[in-house]
């Protein structure tokens, strides 16, 4: 099964705080995303990378950056938190190749910015 | 820009009641399509998907979804609902065409299914 971890399930921080979210997935997939979930607006993208080193902007990336340094690891950064950052986070990944391109999600990181 | 039209915002059913919720996309070339669901605290998951081949597509837990290109629909259906389909589910779309594999989502349906 494909498992996609994020680093915590839970996070209060305050604004003006530099946050990061770490999202490890372990089937060697090349696609990897970030989403962010709010009541009445579905999933949102933010950034995704096709490989290493890469990275895209997708929807809404301001005041976020990401960064991969490995294959397996997709971090989102919050470079200064801002309450209406408060929201639920999802890591996707994916494989490149043909079909679907199905999305595995991890659990989320609820953050709360005060 | 592309969108995903999902209608009906919350649906309450009785148990064994049939089910269908409704999903518009806004982009007229080749698309991959699907259903995910969220069963409450846990992760997002798929339920099923289309990328080609026949329309009606099955998926987990006795659901199916039609994807009817003239009307840019992929509605999910399933005949009689149980307690445990109460969830959110979400509509999603890739636009094939531009190269970029990422999802973009309705803004969900809550279902309640009351016993």
């Known amino acids: 099964d494909v498992k996609v971890t994020q680093s915590s399930r839970y996070l209060v921080k305050r604004t003006g705080e530099k946050v990061f979210l770490e999202c490890v997935q372990d089937m060697d997939h090349e696609n990897m995303f970030w989403y962010r979930q709010d009541p009445g607006l579905g999933l949102r993208l933010i950034y995704f990378?096709?490989?290493?080193?890469?990275?895209e902007k997708g929807d809404i990336p301001e005041g976020y950056s990401v960064s991969r340094e490995k294959k397996e690891r997709f971090s989102l950064i919050l470079e200064s938190a801002s309450t209406n950052q408060t929201s639920m986070y999802l890591c996707a990944s994916s494989h490149r190749g043909q079909g679907a391109y199905e999305q595995y999600f991890g659990p989320g990181t609820r953050l709360t910015v005060t | 820009a592309q969108s995903v039209s999902q209608h009906n915002h919350h649906v309450i059913l009785s148990e064994a009641a049939s089910l269908e919720l409704g999903c518009n996309y806004s982009y007229g070339g080749t698309v991959n399509l699907f259903w995910y669901v969220q069963y409450p605290g846990q992760h997002l998951q798929l339920l099923l998907k289309?990328?080609?081949?026949?329309?009606l597509v099955k998926g987990i837990k006795g659901f199916e979804a039609e994807f009817i290109k003239s009307k840019f629909s992929f509605n999910l259906r399933k005949p009689s609902v149980q307690w445990s389909d109460t969830a959110e589910y979400f509509c999603a779309v890739i636009i094939m065409d531009t190269g970029r594999r990422a999802l973009t989502f309705g803004s969900g349906t809550r279902l309640q299914v009351q016993p």
């Open positions: 990378s096709y490989d290493v080193k890469m990275k």
């Open positions: 289309y990328f080609s081949g026949d329309p």
